[in-house]
């Protein structure tokens, strides 16, 4: 289920969103298969959505060398997907009369702090959603969510920063034709 890391324009703070990214695609697809009905729309929507984060994060990257503009456009979706990723496991543990860990839940807390190990990657949390349950699965996925929407916030707060300082290829491109029009040569 691990696949390469590609390392975002965002440094950092992409790099590491991309990588929680990952794994919520993974263990979205082994939560669906193990907990969801797969007649259920929902097995799909879930799936879509983790996967457009992932997707959306990498993609961004790419087009950050001709447009910042897109490369923001496109971190900003794979934000929204995964806030919509993260009401769907709400959703289920609400459906199931199961508790939604609070933040200071000591599972909840233990959880949180699995994504600093070296090399984490969905094997990290594998116990935590194969072997455990669907409600610690899906809180744990809950956690998981949480933490890639912060690092998210974090990328986009860099990204709209280097925007307005600096813009992108094709930003410049544009005032430099503007400037070239005001004052030909």
């Known amino acids: 289920m691990d696949e390469p890391l590609i ?38 929507q879930m799936i879509q959505a983790a996967r457009s984060g992932k997707q959306n994060i990498a993609e961004g990257s790419v087009a950050s060398g001709t447009s910042k503009k897109i490369e923001l456009k496109l971190v900003g979706i794979a934000r929204a997907s995964q806030e919509e990723l993260l009401v769907d496991y709400k959703d289920f543990l609400r459906q199931r009369g199961f508790d939604l860990w609070p933040k200071d839940h000591e599972k909840a807390v233990f959880i949180r702090k699995l994504c600093y190990k070296e090399n984490m990657s969905y094997m990290t949390y594998r116990t935590y959603i194969e072997d455990k349950g669907p409600e610690n699965a899906a809180n744990t996925m809950v956690c998981v969510v949480n933490q890639t929407n912060f690092l998210l916030d974090k990328l986009l707060r860099q990204l709209e920063k280097a925007f307005l300082d600096d813009g992108g290829f094709t930003e410049r491109m544009h005032r430099l034709r503007q400037a070239n029009r005001n004052h030909p040569p």
Do not use: I
């Open 7 to 44: 390392p975002p324009h965002g440094g950092y703070q992409g790099l590491r969103a991309y990588q929680m990214a990952v794994v919520v695609h993974d263990a979205t697809v082994e939560f669906c298969r193990r907990y969801v009905d797969p007649k259920s729309r929902t097995v799909d």
